[in-house]
């Protein structure tokens, strides 16, 4: 069950883009579609932006995209505002009932 | 409005035993699966546990493995979480997360605010 890889920092100007990568192993990302991805905020609990590699929840705007190559899923935010600044963490299934999260990485809008 | 309100974080010495509780509302609670994730302050997240719908099928992390047993009670709309042989290494905000869907493979959607568990002498 080890913990996924993610870079600790990311930014980008408003109305830029920023991607954020996530890299596991061919038993977790490589090996399901069951990539999520988490935006939190400081004192915050987790919220959920992105399931199942790609798919947004009602209310996620279109700004956050998911997509997975191999043992790689990224995210990407697009129209960076001032908002988007916070942490954001990936997650997998990864078999036998388990589930591993990414270390978090602070994505800062300059 | 889903709504999840964990209850019982405590100081609690190294070896002694807590019972965290999260209260659900605003959903119907035998539909999902139900997670525990903690958090070290300033650390990342930290999957601990998941329930299936029913309650009868069980999964945790290695390290509380034989420590840590989830619980549900459909009737009341209620997770626990039974942690026992407590050591400091738990120390962390603990969450109750509702899972998409009823398998085993959804991933927590919602997320109360969490209850804070220090293990110190």
């Known amino acids: 069950q080890s913990a996924l890889t993610q870079p600790p920092s990311a930014s980008g100007s408003p109305g830029q883009s920023v991607t954020i990568s996530c890299t596991g192993t061919?038993?977790?990302?490589?090996?399901?579609?069951?990539v999520s991805w988490y935006q939190q905020h400081p004192g915050k609990a987790p919220k959920l932006l992105i399931y199942?590699?790609?798919k947004r929840p009602s209310g996620v705007p279109d700004r956050f995209s998911g997509s997975k190559s191999g043992n790689t899923a990224s995210l990407t935010v697009s129209g960076l505002q001032a908002e988007d600044e916070a942490d954001y963490y990936c997650?997998?299934?990864?078999?036998?009932?388990?589930?591993?999260f990414g270390p978090g990485t602070k994505v800062t809008v300059l | 409005e889903v709504q999840l309100v964990e209850s019982g974080g405590v100081v609690v010495q190294p070896g002694g035993s807590l019972r965290l509780s999260c209260a659900a509302s605003g959903f119907t609670f035998d539909d999902y699966v139900m997670h525990w994730v903690r958090q070290v302050p300033g650390k990342g997240l930290e999957w601990v546990s998941l329930i299936s719908w029913g309650g009868g099928n069980t999964y945790y992390v290695d390290s509380v493995k034989g420590r840590f047993t989830i619980s549900r009670d459909n009737n009341k709309n209620s997770l626990y979480l039974q942690m026992n042989s407590l050591r400091i290494e738990d120390t962390a905000l603990y969450y109750c997360?509702?899972?998409?869907?009823?398998?085993?493979?959804?991933?927590?959607?919602?997320w109360g605010q969490g209850t804070p568990v220090t293990v110190s002498s």
């Open positions: 997360a509702k899972g998409r869907g009823s398998s085993i493979t959804s991933c927590p959607d919602y």
């Open positions: 997650s997998s299934y990864a078999g036998s009932n388990n589930y591993v």
């Open positions: 061919s038993s977790d990302v490589g090996d399901y579609k069951y």
């Open positions: 199942e590699v790609t």
